[in-house]
């Protein structure tokens, strides 16, 4: 399967078309985030017959210059937004590793699937897609991963992702849950919830190819 086959039902139906239309409508109305080109690329970069990891975000980084169509990844030239440092230090806690690269294209050309589930966000205004009904789509991808495929991670960290949990079959995939990396909640569970190696025990014993941070 791919993901055209995946999503054509959807894509397919009114409720996309609608979708589209208030998206590029945004988009021409004022400065919206990831660039236009980059909204779909977690897919373009993550075919479906590679995912094994799925990391859920709730919506792109709304500064210039930093969304670039990857959950909690940003742009070579531009610092490590708070929530990207600390995964970086939890991944240096977890397995020894020291991560300089902000872009995450790597893992996901790896089989890591970076999701957000509001695909777009008006500059400088977090949050400000949640309404125009990404969720539906995002949704989708995610129950139909779940439905589709076995021996999957799935990583929700925080309350919003952890929603989620209810699309995802947790008898034949790896529901990994903690606090969310944010400098809001990251000493309530995230620093030491060690989920790069525990993904990687997973893929292992599944016989899959661990993924190299």
Request: with cysteine; aromatic share 12%.
């Amino acid at each position: 399967m791919t993901w055209t086959e995946i999503l054509a039902p959807i894509k397919n139906s009114a409720y996309f078309e609608n979708l589209w239309q208030n998206v590029k409508r945004e988009y021409s109305n004022s400065k919206c985030f990831p660039p236009k080109y980059q909204i779909f690329r977690a897919l373009e970069l993550t075919p479906f017959e590679e995912v094994k990891v799925v990391i859920l975000g709730q919506d792109p980084y709304h500064n210039d210059f930093q969304a670039n169509g990857l959950c909690f990844s940003v742009s070579e030239q531009v610092s490590a937004p708070p929530s990207l440092k600390n995964i970086f230090t939890e991944l240096k806690y977890d397995l020894g590793i020291t991560r300089t690269r902000t872009e995450l294209e790597d893992w996901a050309k790896q089989g890591v699937l970076l999701l957000n589930a509001t695909l777009t966000v008006k500059a400088h205004s977090p949050n400000s897609h949640k309404d125009l009904g990404w969720e539906i789509f995002t949704n989708h991808i995610i129950k139909e991963i779940s439905d589709r495929k076995a021996d999957v991670v799935f990583v929700l960290w925080g309350a919003f992702a952890q929603k989620k949990a209810s699309l995802i079959d947790e008898a034949k995939h790896l529901v990994i849950k903690s606090a969310h990396p944010s400098p809001f909640s990251v000493y309530r569970g995230f620093y030491g919830s060690r989920p790069f190696s525990k993904i990687n025990t997973y893929l292992e014993s599944r016989d899959k190819k661990p993924i190299a941070w």
